[in-house]
């Protein structure tokens, strides 16, 4: 489906709510925006697995520390991923 939409004076576009839907884009959602050619090329940047949320945790922490992690590390990274969750959970309609 193609579909022509205006850039306002701010710079912003509003996507048409049928498209949003099929697509699932909510309030909140971050799109990356690819130049190709002369136009550009929109998507959906996916939401960070459970391994993807760990391994940045992990690094964080190697980065303060030099101790292995702990389970209560493991439980506060759980704890963060079930609240991302549990937020992400609340943006939708």
Not at 27 to 41: A, D, H, K, M, N
Not at 42 to 55: D, F, I, K, R, S
Not at 73 to 86: C, G, L, W, Y
């Amino acid at each position: 489906m193609t579909t022509t939409i205006t850039v306002t004076t701010k710079r912003q576009v509003v996507l048409p709510k049928a498209m949003c839907e099929r697509k699932r884009i909510r309030p909140g959602t971050s799109l990356r925006i690819t130049e190709v050619g002369e136009g550009f090329y929109v998507t959906p940047v996916p939401e960070p697995t459970e391994a993807e949320l760990a391994m940045v945790f992990k690094a964080l922490d190697e980065g303060r520390r030099t101790r292995p992690m702990t389970s209560a590390d493991e439980a506060r990274i759980q704890d963060e991923i079930m609240k991302h969750r549990a937020e992400q959970r609340r943006r939708r309609p």
